[in-house]
T-cell receptor
Framework: AQKVTQAQTEISVVEKEDVTLDCVYE???????LFWYKQPPSGELVFLIR??????QNEISGRYSWNFQKSTSSFNFTITASQVVDSAVYFC???????????????FGSGTRLQVQP | DTEVTQTPKHLVMGMTNKKSLKCEQH?????MYWYKQKAKKPPELMFV???????INESVPSRFSPECPNSSLLNLHLHALQPEDSALYLC????????????FGSGTRLTVV
Protein backbone atom coordinates (compact mmCIF):
# COMPACT_ATOMS: atom_id res chain seq x y z
CA ALA A 1 0.00 0.00 0.00
CA GLN A 2 1.12 3.54 -0.60
CA LYS A 3 1.36 6.38 1.88
CA VAL A 4 1.98 10.11 1.75
CA THR A 5 3.23 12.03 4.77
CA GLN A 6 3.09 15.77 5.23
CA ALA A 7 4.63 16.31 8.62
CA GLN A 8 3.94 20.05 8.76
CA THR A 9 0.38 20.54 9.93
CA GLU A 10 0.41 24.32 9.80
CA ILE A 11 2.91 26.97 8.72
CA SER A 12 2.62 30.70 9.25
CA VAL A 13 4.85 33.15 7.42
CA VAL A 14 4.91 36.84 6.73
CA GLU A 15 4.36 38.04 3.20
CA LYS A 16 7.44 37.91 0.96
CA GLU A 17 9.05 35.14 2.94
CA ASP A 18 9.98 31.92 1.16
CA VAL A 19 8.33 28.77 2.46
CA THR A 20 8.89 25.07 1.76
CA LEU A 21 6.22 22.43 2.22
CA ASP A 22 7.53 18.93 2.78
CA CYS A 23 6.14 15.71 1.31
CA VAL A 24 7.46 12.20 1.85
CA TYR A 25 5.90 9.20 0.15
CA GLU A 26 6.05 5.43 0.36
CA UNK A 27 5.31 2.96 -2.40
CA UNK A 28 6.70 -0.35 -3.61
CA UNK A 29 5.87 0.45 -7.21
CA UNK A 30 8.60 1.72 -9.49
CA UNK A 31 6.21 3.74 -11.63
CA UNK A 32 4.04 6.28 -9.94
CA UNK A 33 2.91 9.88 -10.12
CA LEU A 34 3.13 12.63 -7.56
CA PHE A 35 0.88 15.65 -7.37
CA TRP A 36 0.45 18.85 -5.45
CA TYR A 37 -2.98 20.40 -5.01
CA LYS A 38 -4.02 23.68 -3.41
CA GLN A 39 -7.31 23.95 -1.54
CA PRO A 40 -8.37 27.52 -0.74
CA PRO A 41 -11.14 28.18 1.81
CA SER A 42 -13.75 27.90 -0.95
CA GLY A 43 -13.05 24.17 -1.05
CA GLU A 44 -12.12 23.30 -4.62
CA LEU A 45 -8.91 21.37 -5.22
CA VAL A 46 -6.66 23.24 -7.60
CA PHE A 47 -4.09 21.20 -9.50
CA LEU A 48 -0.55 22.60 -9.26
CA ILE A 49 1.83 19.98 -10.63
CA ARG A 50 2.21 16.34 -11.66
CA UNK A 51 5.51 14.46 -11.73
CA UNK A 52 6.19 10.89 -12.82
CA UNK A 53 8.68 8.71 -11.03
CA UNK A 54 11.13 8.71 -13.93
CA UNK A 55 11.45 12.44 -14.12
CA UNK A 56 13.55 13.84 -11.31
CA GLN A 57 14.07 17.20 -12.87
CA ASN A 58 13.15 20.05 -10.61
CA GLU A 59 10.50 22.36 -11.91
CA ILE A 60 9.89 26.05 -11.55
CA SER A 61 6.68 27.83 -12.41
CA GLY A 62 6.70 31.48 -11.49
CA ARG A 63 7.03 31.71 -7.71
CA TYR A 64 6.50 27.95 -7.32
CA SER A 65 9.20 25.32 -7.48
CA TRP A 66 9.30 21.61 -6.79
CA ASN A 67 12.19 19.41 -5.71
CA PHE A 68 11.75 15.69 -6.40
CA GLN A 69 14.32 13.33 -4.90
CA LYS A 70 13.72 9.61 -5.33
CA SER A 71 16.65 8.78 -3.05
CA THR A 72 14.80 10.26 -0.10
CA SER A 73 11.25 9.67 -1.44
CA SER A 74 10.50 13.34 -1.15
CA PHE A 75 8.65 15.81 -3.33
CA ASN A 76 8.94 19.21 -1.67
CA PHE A 77 7.21 22.39 -2.75
CA THR A 78 8.66 25.88 -2.32
CA ILE A 79 6.84 29.16 -2.67
CA THR A 80 9.15 32.11 -3.18
CA ALA A 81 8.13 35.57 -1.99
CA SER A 82 4.85 34.33 -0.54
CA GLN A 83 1.68 36.36 -0.88
CA VAL A 84 -1.52 36.50 1.13
CA VAL A 85 -3.34 34.78 -1.75
CA ASP A 86 -1.12 31.75 -1.21
CA SER A 87 -2.95 31.08 2.06
CA ALA A 88 -4.60 27.68 1.65
CA VAL A 89 -4.24 24.02 2.51
CA TYR A 90 -1.75 22.24 0.27
CA PHE A 91 -2.00 18.52 -0.37
CA CYS A 92 0.65 16.23 -1.75
CA UNK A 93 -0.78 13.11 -3.41
CA UNK A 94 0.38 9.86 -5.01
CA UNK A 95 -1.11 7.82 -7.82
CA UNK A 96 0.12 4.43 -8.97
CA UNK A 97 0.59 3.59 -12.60
CA UNK A 98 -1.72 0.64 -12.89
CA UNK A 99 -3.04 -0.79 -16.10
CA UNK A 100 -6.47 -0.99 -14.50
CA UNK A 101 -7.73 2.57 -14.72
CA UNK A 102 -10.33 1.88 -12.12
CA UNK A 103 -7.79 1.12 -9.43
CA UNK A 104 -5.64 4.14 -10.03
CA UNK A 105 -6.91 6.60 -7.46
CA UNK A 106 -5.15 9.38 -5.60
CA UNK A 107 -3.82 8.89 -2.09
CA PHE A 108 -3.52 12.20 -0.27
CA GLY A 109 -1.24 13.35 2.48
CA SER A 110 -2.85 14.99 5.49
CA GLY A 111 -2.23 18.47 4.12
CA THR A 112 -0.32 21.53 5.28
CA ARG A 113 -2.23 24.68 6.13
CA LEU A 114 -0.26 27.72 5.02
CA GLN A 115 -1.11 31.12 6.44
CA VAL A 116 0.59 34.11 4.90
CA GLN A 117 0.27 37.20 7.04
CA PRO A 118 0.38 40.66 5.44
CA ASP B 1 -14.95 21.97 -21.56
CA THR B 2 -12.29 21.17 -18.97
CA GLU B 3 -14.44 21.14 -15.89
CA VAL B 4 -16.11 18.79 -13.50
CA THR B 5 -19.44 20.23 -12.44
CA GLN B 6 -21.03 19.26 -9.16
CA THR B 7 -24.54 20.09 -8.03
CA PRO B 8 -25.81 21.21 -5.66
CA LYS B 9 -23.04 23.27 -4.08
CA HIS B 10 -24.69 23.11 -0.67
CA LEU B 11 -27.20 20.64 0.72
CA VAL B 12 -28.89 20.40 4.09
CA MET B 13 -30.86 17.23 4.70
CA GLY B 14 -32.59 15.47 7.52
CA MET B 15 -31.69 11.98 8.62
CA THR B 16 -34.83 10.54 7.02
CA ASN B 17 -34.44 12.32 3.69
CA LYS B 18 -33.33 10.90 0.37
CA LYS B 19 -31.21 13.14 -1.79
CA SER B 20 -28.73 12.83 -4.64
CA LEU B 21 -25.45 14.52 -5.53
CA LYS B 22 -24.65 14.95 -9.17
CA CYS B 23 -21.33 15.14 -11.00
CA GLU B 24 -20.83 15.77 -14.70
CA GLN B 25 -17.82 15.97 -16.99
CA HIS B 26 -17.52 16.29 -20.76
CA UNK B 27 -13.80 15.73 -21.15
CA UNK B 28 -14.15 12.11 -22.28
CA UNK B 29 -12.61 10.87 -19.05
CA UNK B 30 -13.38 7.20 -18.41
CA UNK B 31 -12.68 7.07 -14.68
CA MET B 32 -14.75 8.97 -12.14
CA TYR B 33 -14.35 9.18 -8.40
CA TRP B 34 -16.20 10.18 -5.26
CA TYR B 35 -14.17 11.51 -2.35
CA LYS B 36 -15.37 12.55 1.09
CA GLN B 37 -13.56 15.29 2.98
CA LYS B 38 -14.21 16.07 6.62
CA ALA B 39 -13.12 19.40 8.04
CA LYS B 40 -9.34 19.74 8.38
CA LYS B 41 -8.78 16.30 6.87
CA PRO B 42 -7.59 15.15 3.43
CA PRO B 43 -10.03 13.79 0.88
CA GLU B 44 -10.78 10.11 1.38
CA LEU B 45 -11.67 7.86 -1.51
CA MET B 46 -15.18 6.41 -1.47
CA PHE B 47 -15.88 4.97 -4.93
CA VAL B 48 -14.21 4.60 -8.30
CA UNK B 49 -16.00 3.99 -11.57
CA UNK B 50 -14.06 2.87 -14.60
CA UNK B 51 -15.82 2.66 -17.94
CA UNK B 52 -19.12 3.09 -16.12
CA UNK B 53 -18.52 0.08 -13.89
CA UNK B 54 -17.89 0.25 -10.18
CA UNK B 55 -14.30 -0.86 -9.61
CA ILE B 56 -13.59 0.30 -6.07
CA ASN B 57 -15.85 0.61 -3.05
CA GLU B 58 -13.79 1.61 -0.05
CA SER B 59 -16.10 -0.12 2.46
CA VAL B 60 -18.56 2.72 2.29
CA PRO B 61 -21.83 2.26 4.24
CA SER B 62 -24.82 1.29 2.13
CA ARG B 63 -26.58 4.54 2.94
CA PHE B 64 -24.31 5.94 0.19
CA SER B 65 -25.22 4.50 -3.19
CA PRO B 66 -23.26 5.49 -6.29
CA GLU B 67 -24.56 5.33 -9.82
CA CYS B 68 -22.95 5.95 -13.19
CA PRO B 69 -25.73 6.26 -15.78
CA ASN B 70 -23.30 7.11 -18.60
CA SER B 71 -19.70 8.04 -19.19
CA SER B 72 -20.29 11.71 -18.37
CA LEU B 73 -22.43 11.46 -15.30
CA LEU B 74 -21.86 10.20 -11.77
CA ASN B 75 -24.45 10.33 -9.02
CA LEU B 76 -24.28 9.67 -5.31
CA HIS B 77 -27.62 8.74 -3.78
CA LEU B 78 -27.99 9.48 -0.09
CA HIS B 79 -30.47 7.86 2.27
CA ALA B 80 -30.79 7.75 6.04
CA LEU B 81 -27.58 9.63 6.64
CA GLN B 82 -26.15 10.44 10.03
CA PRO B 83 -24.89 13.82 11.27
CA GLU B 84 -21.32 12.46 11.09
CA ASP B 85 -21.77 12.14 7.33
CA SER B 86 -21.68 15.92 7.10
CA ALA B 87 -18.68 16.73 4.91
CA LEU B 88 -17.51 18.10 1.59
CA TYR B 89 -18.14 15.56 -1.16
CA LEU B 90 -15.77 15.88 -4.07
CA CYS B 91 -16.11 14.33 -7.48
CA UNK B 92 -13.12 13.84 -9.78
CA UNK B 93 -12.41 12.37 -13.18
CA UNK B 94 -9.31 11.20 -15.00
CA UNK B 95 -8.26 10.04 -18.44
CA UNK B 96 -7.42 6.49 -19.36
CA UNK B 97 -3.68 6.81 -19.57
CA UNK B 98 -1.55 6.35 -16.50
CA UNK B 99 -0.53 9.54 -14.83
CA UNK B 100 -3.07 11.76 -16.45
CA UNK B 101 -4.25 14.50 -14.21
CA UNK B 102 -7.27 14.26 -12.01
CA UNK B 103 -9.78 17.05 -12.39
CA PHE B 104 -11.85 17.84 -9.33
CA GLY B 105 -15.19 19.50 -9.05
CA SER B 106 -15.75 22.25 -6.50
CA GLY B 107 -17.66 19.88 -4.24
CA THR B 108 -21.00 19.64 -2.49
CA ARG B 109 -20.97 20.77 1.10
CA LEU B 110 -23.42 18.45 2.86
CA THR B 111 -24.93 19.05 6.27
CA VAL B 112 -27.04 16.34 7.88
CA VAL B 113 -29.35 17.58 10.63
Amino acid sequence: AQKVTQAQTEISVVEKEDVTLDCVYETRDTTYYLFWYKQPPSGELVFLIRRNSFDEQNEISGRYSWNFQKSTSSFNFTITASQVVDSAVYFCALSLSLMDTGRRALTFGSGTRLQVQP
Amino acid sequence: DTEVTQTPKHLVMGMTNKKSLKCEQHMGHRAMYWYKQKAKKPPELMFVYSYEKLSINESVPSRFSPECPNSSLLNLHLHALQPEDSALYLCASSQEAAGDGYTFGSGTRLTVV
